[in-house]
């Protein structure tokens, strides 16, 4: 009988054996803190399960990084590097990129983000494990696709010829299958993976615009391109990023498989106060703007997409009403005008002093962290009343919510700044 196991559960075993590894194996000491990396699009729920598997495996987890972001600071740290970097991190499951301007003194300030959670080795492996299984089927006339194991067997040794590639210029698929009861070869060329993979590195480049355009950077003005993560070991994917930056060559000198690993532990140092790293800075950005819907409707911005984080703004509200005692704020997150096409992130209600419309001044204060939680807190002046909200659930959105916000924002731009235009005033009203 099959048994359910939370991914949660899965992930805190694996935490837990790492623990384990480096307990016994590195350290001869008890680890009972941790920094753990997400891919940069991981949703604020994604993020909580991290957290949660971190918590299973009997960790504190003091915090999380997003993986482009712990590249960089691997590269960078301790080496004065200066100008505008681009993290290719093509791993095993997932795509990210981040552009990041460096400057002495290991400050790191986020420009852009870009990526997909659903593009790495993985689906690499799946496209020739798919054409090896229509070969066996036509050669063998057997169909694998019902059978688990042999599906599983196949993976690997489709994984370990991808990986052969990278340094010879063909390989063979060699297979026992138990089915037909004798061995199965097929050899595979470089060109041969090339070919079967081009849809998926394209699918990869075609990113790459859209966060120059995001940062408002041209790819001229990129100084450097770092290759992390295992599946950028493929020379096809190296020879497209070349090929996209006119000829610049992309850095390899970190190790990919350990590069992430080691920007996580340059912040877990940063974090715990160790001197060596207490001088790092990194400054994320917000992938989406945040503000308050106003009583016509508009969104009325108070965080603008772009924003350096962690950031603090306050903006001053006044009421629309006579007599009106509360103000509700309706807390949103997106890039369009109008707040009821743009991401709810829930409501803070304030009590306030029944007066004549336009009297009464709300400050309502923003503050985000690096993590992506916004805190809002709302003062009216005269009574000094107070309210506060911690907005985190749905705190961050997919890398697919973003690009379709941002592909909305685009489409509906004249219309939606023309709504903008006919909506300023001095003060936000609430």
Not at 42 to 52: D, L, M
Not at 239 to 264: C, I, T, W, Y
Request: hydrophobic share 40%.
């Amino acid at each position: 009988m099959p048994v359910l196991v939370a991914p949660e559960v899965v992930s805190g075993k694996v935490l837990a054996a790492m623990k384990t590894i480096a307990e016994t194996n590195c350290l001869e000491a008890t680890v009972s803190k941790a920094v753990i990396t997400v891919p940069a699009y991981f949703s604020e729920a994604q993020r909580e399960a991290t957290q949660t598997a971190g918590r299973l495996a009997g960790l504190e987890v003091i915090g999380l990084l997003n993986e482009p972001v712990a590249a960089a600071l691997a590269y960078g740290y301790g080496k004065n590097k200066e100008g505008t970097v681009l993290i290719f991190d093509l791993g095993g499951g997932t795509f990210d990129l981040a552009l990041v301007k460096m400057s002495q003194g290991d400050d790191f300030r986020l420009l852009a983000y870009g990526g997909d959670t659903h593009l790495g080795g993985q689906d690499f492996d799946g496209v020739l494990l798919n054409y090896i299984l229509k070969d066996i089927k036509a050669t063998m006339k057997i169909n694998l696709r019902d059978d688990p194991e042999a599906l599983h067997l196949l993976r690997q040794d489709c994984e370990i010829a991808k990986r052969k590639l990278s340094t010879k210029p063909q390989t063979d698929v060699v297979a026992y299958i138990a089915r037909a009861k004798k061995g199965y070869r097929k050899t595979i060329t470089r060109s041969l993976f090339e070919e079967l993979c081009q849809p998926l590195f394209k699918k990869a480049i075609e990113l790459l615009p859209g966060i120059l355009k995001d940062a408002k950077v041209k790819k001229d003005d990129v100084d450097e391109v770092v290759l992390v993560g295992g599946s950028t070991r493929i020379l096809k994917v190296q020879a497209m990023v070349r090929d996209f930056f006119n000829g610049k060559e992309p850095v390899k000198s970190l190790n990919p498989d350990e590069a992430v690993a080691q920007g996580a532990a340059i912040w877990a140092a940063k974090l715990t106060g160790e001197q060596g790293a207490k001088d790092v800075r990194l400054r994320d950005v917000a992938s989406l703007s945040l503000g308050v819907a106003d009583p016509s409707g508009i969104m009325a911005v108070i965080i603008p997409r772009g924003t350096t984080l962690p950031a603090a703004v306050t903006k001053t509200f006044t009421t629309t009403r006579d007599n009106q005692e509360e103000a509700e704020f309706k807390v949103c997150q997106g890039l369009r005008a109008n707040w009821a096409d743009n991401h709810l992130l829930g409501f803070l209600t304030l009590s306030i002093p029944a007066r004549r419309k336009g009297t009464v001044d709300i400050d309502a204060s923003f503050q985000v962290d690096l993590d992506g939680v916004l805190k809002v807190t709302a003062k009216e002046r005269l009574s000094g009343e107070t309210a506060r909200a911690q907005f985190q659930s749905e705190g961050r959105m997919s890398e697919r919510q973003v690009a379709e916000m941002l592909r909305q924002a685009e489409k509906f731009k004249t219309e939606d700044d023309a709504a903008r235009a006919g909506s300023w005033r001095e003060r936000y009203r609430i």
